[in-house]
């Protein structure tokens, strides 16, 4: 299983983070590069616990959509919660710096100790916030083709 707190996908997702150019076209969907990383920078501020998300019922039960979110390849276009959807334009090397900064805090914090934040569906461990981080980021690189 892919986890963030592994030091070689860690260290290949912030190779990719750094391989991005500014002005990089997405694959599909709407976001623009800095918005990506915004975008992906506010779930991970969610998952240290420095933003809380209203909390949703999910289209699936729990157990369906963690085994989709961790299993399944991840369709183009999927919808996303209100607090992480990008509208507006950002710096884009500020959020570059930033979710290299945000990468290095998540995966200094120990898998099994500690509180994590809440998801959108739900309370989810250490080790599944891990999976979901890497898979997350992972997909949006590939969205703009790093």
């Known amino acids: 299983m892919t986890i963030l707190h592994d030091p070689a996908t860690r260290d290949a997702i912030r190779v990719r983070i750094r391989m ?10 709407k ?5 990506m990383l915004w975008h992906c920078n506010q779930v991970l ?3 240290l616990g420095e933003i809380r998300v209203v909390p949703r019922r ?3 039960p729990v157990s369906v959509l963690k085994f989709v979110l961790f299993h399944m390849p991840w369709p183009h276009g999927a919808p996303t919660a209100p607090e992480y959807q990008a509208d507006t334009p950002h710096d ?3 959020e570059r710096r930033e979710s290299l900064e945000l990468i290095d805090r998540f995966a200094a914090r120990e898998l099994d100790h ?5 998801a959108v569906f739900g309370r989810i461990s250490g080790w599944e916030w891990s999976r ?12 703009f083709g790093v």
Do not use: C, I, K, N
């Not at 991005?20 to 969907?29: I, S």
């Open 132 to 143: 979901l981080q890497a898979r997350h980021l992972d997909h949006h690189l590939r969205q």
């Open 45 to 47: 501020r969610t998952s």
């Open 58 to 60: 999910p289209p699936l």
């Open 92 to 94: 884009f090397e500020a």
């Open 31 to 35: 976001m623009s590069v800095d918005q």
């Open 114 to 118: 500690g509180e994590w934040g809440r």
């Open 20 to 29: 991005l150019p500014a002005g990089a076209r997405p694959r599909w969907g």
